[in-house]
């Protein structure tokens, strides 16, 4: 069994500060770890992804995670929002390997102010 | 190859007709996936194939839905006598690995009346 808790639903920061995103994962297995974005009317996006190498990633646009085994986060930073990444972002989790269903958390809504 | 296409991308419908929609995945990718999005919710994964078996279907999928990937290529999801509950964003994504990432479509918004 696996799920994905996504702490905040929305997050609000002003651009120029940093972004925290916060993800809790469960899973039986080894998992692997993924953040996407969704822009308004635009497909989802990955942003980066965990599979059991580095435990810190980056990804695309300056985002980052850390893999924390001991705590089961993932959580997403930047160190400096921009207006362009205002977004929902969605943390997801699934099995390395096998068949298996991904399981998305409900999404964190990220709120950029100039 | 531009990426996963899906067709219509708007589509409304009458309560009890049915709808079938497509999904053109990119071509290398031989796992395809199909997901329901409402308003606020993360996508809700609803089937899985790889090639052109069916592997995954989950349980909270009605029978009113199906879904047929024939020869591995490109993917169908139908609904038949919808209902109001129905209305949705339904996603659809392929990959090149098991657990790997996944690359989205657009999705087809589907409204029904």
């Known amino acids: 069994a696996q799920s994905v808790t996504q702490l905040d639903s929305h997050v609000s920061v002003s651009e120029g500060t940093p972004v925290l995103l916060r993800c809790n994962y469960s899973s039986s297995y080894s998992p692997s770890l993924f953040w996407y974005v969704q822009h308004p009317n635009k497909g989802l996006q990955l942003l980066l992804k965990?599979?059991?190498?580095?435990?810190l990633v980056k990804g695309i646009n300056g985002f980052e995670a850390e893999f924390k085994k001991s705590e089961t986060s993932f959580h997403l930073t930047k160190p400096s929002a921009h207006m362009s990444d205002a977004a929902e972002y969605f943390c997801?989790?699934?099995?390395?390997?096998?068949?298996?269903?991904?399981?998305f958390g409900r999404g964190t809504s990220l709120i950029v102010h100039p | 190859d531009t990426g996963v296409s899906q067709n219509p991308r708007h589509k409304i419908t009458k309560r009890g007709q049915n709808v079938t929609f497509r999904c053109d995945p990119i071509s290398e990718h031989n796992r395809l996936y199909w997901y329901r999005q409402t308003l606020g919710q993360g996508p809700e994964f609803l089937t899985y194939?790889?090639?052109?078996?069916?592997?995954?279907k989950s349980r909270l999928l009605s029978d009113r839905f199906s879904a047929e990937r024939p020869k591995g290529s490109f993917s169908t999801l139908e609904i038949q006598r919808t209902e109001q509950g129905d209305s949705a964003m339904y996603l659809c994504a392929s990959s090149s690995l098991a657990g790997g990432p996944q690359f989205f479509g657009p999705g087809t918004r589907l409204t029904v009346l």
């Open positions: 965990y599979t059991s190498a580095a435990t």
């Open positions: 997801v989790v699934s099995r390395s390997g096998g068949s298996y269903i991904p399981t």
């Open positions: 194939f790889q090639n052109e078996a069916q592997l995954e």
